[in-house]
């Protein structure tokens, strides 16, 4: 059982980061809204995944941008502002193991 729920969470962690890249593609090619939908599926995944900060605060930004593009800019900063939360806290436990 042990074995199945690893396999289980390594396809759900490689489901995540399809559903990153496909958001970052749809970005490029300007479809924003499947963006969207892509990039909120991946950070619903990693959430649940208990991923790392570096990796979730990157979708976190990735959504900053994909709503910035959809000038939804009040819900673009609340995003970029939990990356830059997370990323401090990183930042700051890191220099504490340092010290």
């Known amino acids: 059982i ?8 390594d396809s759900t962690s490689l489901l995540a980061t399809t559903c990153n ?3 970052c593609y749809y970005k490029k090619v300007g479809k924003f809204h499947g963006a969207l939908g892509y990039l909120r599926r991946a950070l619903k995944l990693e959430v649940e ?10 979708t976190h930004l990735n959504l900053c941008a994909v709503l910035s593009k ?3 800019h009040d819900k673009a900063v609340q995003h970029a502002l939990v ?8 930042i700051a436990s890191h220099e ?4």
């Not at 995944?49 to 990157?58: F, I, K, P």
């Not at 990356?83 to 990183?90: D, R, V």
């Open 2 to 9: 042990m074995l199945a729920n690893q396999l289980e969470g």
């Open 21 to 23: 890249n496909l958001g």
């Open 49 to 58: 995944l208990q991923t790392d900060e570096v990796s979730l605060a990157g």
């Open 70 to 72: 959809l000038e939804k």
């Open 83 to 90: 990356a830059l939360g997370m990323m401090n806290k990183k």
């Open 96 to 99: 504490q193991g340092v010290s």
